[in-house]
Nanobody, 116 residues
Framework: QVQLVESGGGLVQAGGSLRLSCAASRSSIFRLSTMTWYRQAPGKQRESVASISIGDTTNYADSVKGRFTISRDNAKNTVYLQMDSLTPEDTAVYSC?????????WGQGTQVTVSS
């Protein structure tokens, strides 16, 4: 079992930036997992925003390419999502998830609200 705890959400004006963090409670699982940030806006389906593999290969949704950057720090068991040039369309609950041979786990989510 592993716990994922997100932080860094909040209210920001359009054009601003936020950095989300997701800390895992077990390094043995974190280091063997692909980490993914998801988001879900009210009335919409959850979507994958960005992912980073064990080997640091990254993938991004088209809607965030060039604005968001995912990274991981294995020494801190933490994955980050740097979000720049935010727009109101980025407003959602952002959650992190780990996926690997030792199982799949989800965090509780953090709210990001972008005002116009």
């Amino acid at each position: 079992q592993v716990q994922l705890v997100e932080s860094g959400g909040g209210l920001v004006q359009a054009g601003g930036s936020l950095r989300l963090s997701c800390a895992a409670s077990r390094s043995s699982i974190f280091r063997l997992s692909t980490m993914t940030w998801y988001r879900q806006a009210p009335g919409k389906q959850r979507e994958s925003v960005a992912s980073i593999s064990i080997g640091d290969t990254t993938n991004y949704a088209d809607s965030v390419k060039g604005r968001f950057t995912i990274s991981r720090d294995n020494a801190k068991n933490t994955v980050y999502l740097q979000m720049d040039s935010l727009t109101p369309e980025d407003t959602a609950v952002y959650s992190c998830a780990s996926s690997g041979l030792l199982g799949d786990y989800w965090g509780q989510g953090t709210q990001v609200t972008v005002s116009s």
